[in-house]
């Protein structure tokens, strides 16, 4: 009670800084990812559903802070941003971490491995879905330490660089996915056709992520511009 009390306090003071701590934590949820399909190529399935069981519980932290920001975000003419755009930045902060849980429900319910020989590559490939959350989480952190004062415009443009950084991360994603895509191709005559339509499914997934990271750092320079 006391912690959600504090937490409370914080939105009331400060919005972006509750948001800076969801983001945080929508960021540990999508952190463990390598390591979940470190497990499932490795066929570690009792490892792999530890790890989905902490992330599990990473998600629901995250739930914990999105519902607490949404409830108590303030109202009013004084605020300095958009309700509206606040409380959108939070949807997408937690649809990364939602969307982490479904990807690591979706390959240990059928306990889906890729083929071996696209292991390295798949490996890049969520490596850099983290980078681009990672990339995200700054560009929320610098528009809330830049809040603390008025926004100038030296201030906003170092912000739309980092948003250009997660443009290009999430542009590198789509390249890695599809070139998976093709490999997984050439592999399809030794799947069962259901799983082979899964692991695309699960490309698809864990690519949203990166999509829902760049939404994050564009919603945040909308409302640095503000």
């Known amino acids: 009670m006391e912690v959600r009390s504090a ?106 491995a890729f083929p071996a020989a696209l292991e390295k590559s798949l490996a890049k490939y969520i490596s850099t879905v983290v980078d681009s959350v990672d990339a995200a989480m700054t560009v929320v952190s610098a528009t809330r330490e830049l809040s603390r004062n008025a926004f100038g415009s030296r201030q906003i443009k170092s912000i739309a660089s980092k948003v250009t950084a997660v443009e290009r991360i999430e542009r590198k994603s789509d390249d890695m996915q599809s070139r998976l895509r093709a490999k997984l191709k050439d592999h399809e005559d030794k799947m069962s056709p259901i799983d082979a339509m899964f692991l695309y499914q699960l490309l698809s997934q864990i690519g949203e992520i990166a999509d829902s990271a760049e939404k994050v750092a564009h919603r945040a320079l909308i409302i640095a511009n503000s």
Not at 7 to 35: D, M, Q, R, Y
Not at 54 to 69: G, M, N, P, R, T
Not at 78 to 87: C, F, G, I, P, T
Request: hydrophobic fraction near 40%.
């Open 7 to 112: 937490f409370s306090e914080v939105i009331s003071s400060s919005p972006l800084a509750a948001l800076e701590e969801h983001v945080h934590a929508c960021s540990k949820c999508v952190a463990k990812l390598p390591l979940y399909f470190q497990a499932a190529q490795g066929g570690k399935w009792s490892r792999a559903e530890k790890i989905q069981g902490e992330i599990a519980q990473l998600e629901s932290d995250a739930d914990d802070l999105k519902s607490l920001v949404r409830k108590n975000m303030p109202r009013g003419l004084w605020m300095s941003v958009s309700r509206a755009d606040l409380l959108e930045l939070v949807r997408m902060q937690d649809k990364m971490a939602n969307d982490t849980k479904d990807v690591v429900g979706l390959s240990l319910g059928r306990q889906l």
